[in-house]
C-alpha cells in the first residue's frame, strides 16, 4: 500500500509525519484524502492530548 509524507501545522509547531490513505475524493481541480497516521510522533500525541484536554474542559464549562 502506498504511504506518503504529511506535514501539518498548527501556529507556530510543525508536524511530521508518514501516512496511509483511507479514502479518496476527486474534484474538478482538487483532490480530497483521508489518511491514517501509521507511526505518530511524541510530540503529535502530546499536541493531540491537549487539544483533547482542552475541549473536555470548554465542555464541562458549557462552551
Not at 498548527?10 to 482538487?30: A, D, H, I, L, N
Not at 489518511?35 to 499536541?47: L, N
Request: proline share 3%.
Amino acid at each position: 500500500m502506498d504511504t506518503y509524507t504529511a506535514v501539518t501545522s498548527s501556529g507556530s509547531e510543525y508536524f511530521k509525519f508518514r501516512v496511509r490513505p483511507r479514502w479518496e475524493q476527486t474534484g474538478s481541480v482538487s483532490k480530497r484524502m483521508g489518511v491514517e497516521i501509521t507511526e505518530p510522533s511524541g510530540s503529535w500525541m502530546d499536541f493531540v492530548s491537549r487539544l483533547e484536554a482542552r475541549n473536555r474542559k470548554g465542555a464541562q464549562q458549557g462552551h
